[in-house]
C-alpha cells in the first residue's frame, strides 16, 4: 500500500512500514497517519518523535514495555504508560507510532 | 499421548544464556541472535549473553560495516539494559588474545575467565549459541 505525498510515491511492506526509513518527512508522517485514521496532536508528534530519537539512538524501534519505561523517564509517569500510550494510538502504540515514525516494526513484537 | 500443554510455562523462569562465537559481520549469527535476546525479553525469562572467540568484535567500539552493505547494528546492544538484560559476559581469554580490554566495548560487561563461564553455562537450563 504506497501512500503518495507531495506527488511522490513511497514504497511500503505489505503491513504500510516504509521500505525506505530515509524517505520520512513530517508530511509522509501525517499521510501514514491519516490511513491509519489517527488525527496527530503535539502528544502524538511527541511520541513519534521520541521513538525517532530511540531508534537514532539504538537502531531499533523498542517494545513497547521499552517504550513506556523510556517516557516514563523523559516525560514522568503521567505520559510513560500503556493507558496513555493506548488513547494516543489504539492500535498498539509500538506498532502504530513506530509506523507513523517511519521506523521497522518492532524486534520483539510477536 | 498426554494432554497436558506442550508450553505450559506459566510463572516458569527459566535461565537462558545466548552465547555468540563469531565476528559481527560476513555471517548473519550475530544479528540474529541479539534480535532473538531482545524477543526472548518480552517472556520475562532469567536472560544472560556470552561473548567469547571472535564474538568478542560484536561489541567492540567503532564498527563502520558501511562498506560491506550492512546496518552497524552494535548501537542494539546498549539497549539491552532498557529490557532489563544486564547480564552480559566476555570470556577473559577471548577478549586478551584479541589485544581488547573492557574499555573497547559499546556496553559495560562482565569479563570472566573461562573456566568460570563454563561454571555459568553449565547452571543454565538453555543455552542459544551462534
Known sequence: MPYTVNGNTIETDEEGYLMDLSLWTQDIAAAIAAAENVDMTDEHWQVVNFLREYYNEYQIAPAIRVLTKAMKEKFGAEKGNNKYLYDLFP??????ACKIAGLPKPTGCV | ??????????????????VNRKAPYGTI???????????SAAFEQDISVAFLDDGVFQIKKGHDPKDLGMKNFSPTYRALGGYDIEKLYVEKESMEARGLGPDDFVVKVQVVPAAELSKLMAEQDVLITG
Open chain 1, 91 to 96: 492500535y498498539g502504540p509500538a506498532k502504530q
Open chain 2, 1 to 18: 499421548m498426554s494432554e497436558e500443554p506442550v508450553f505450559d510455562t506459566q510463572g516458569v523462569v527459566r535461565k537462558f544464556m545466548f
Open chain 2, 29 to 39: 549469527y550475530a544479528l540474529e541472535i541479539l534480535e532473538s535476546v531482545l524477543i
